[in-house]
Nanobody, 117 residues
Framework: QVQFVESGGDLVQPGGSLRLSCAAS????????MTWYRQAPGKEREMVAT????????NYRDSVKGRFTISRDNAKNTVYLQMNSLKPEDTALYYC??????????WGQGTQVTVSS
């Protein structure tokens, strides 16, 4: 079955950096675009960044452009999110999955990112 295991979240001060990882299994990772999502308390889940299957195309939500970088290693079935210059408004639970409109029904546990002084 499809599984996602996210990791790398932590408590970090504003301006700090984190690198998130998401290990995927149960489907053909190499032929699927992947997206990082996040959900803050009381808010809907939102798309953060998307990468095409061969890493040729990336897209970011406006609020993270220039600060976050999405990448993937198809040999390891893993997608990454490098987050720099973190802000308190980046605080959320971060998940990975296929892009909208067709994410897999199953989601991972997510990894918590908290940006606070």
């Amino acid at each position: 079955q499809v599984q996602f295991v996210e990791s790398g979240g932590d408590l970090v001060q504003p301006g700090g950096s984190l690198r998130l990882s998401c290990a995927a299994s149960g489907f053909t990772f190499t032929t699927n675009a992947m997206t990082w999502y996040r959900q803050a308390p009381g808010k809907e889940r939102e798309m953060v960044a998307t990468i095409s299957s061969r890493s040729t195309v990336t897209n970011y939500r406006d609020s993270v452009k220039g600060r976050f970088t999405i990448s993937r290693d198809n040999a390891k079935n893993t997608v990454y999110l490098q987050m720099n210059s973190l802000k308190p408004e980046d605080t959320a639970l971060y998940y990975c999955n296929r892009p909208l409109p067709t994410p897999f029904p199953s989601w991972g546990q997510g990894t918590q990112v908290t940006v606070s002084s």
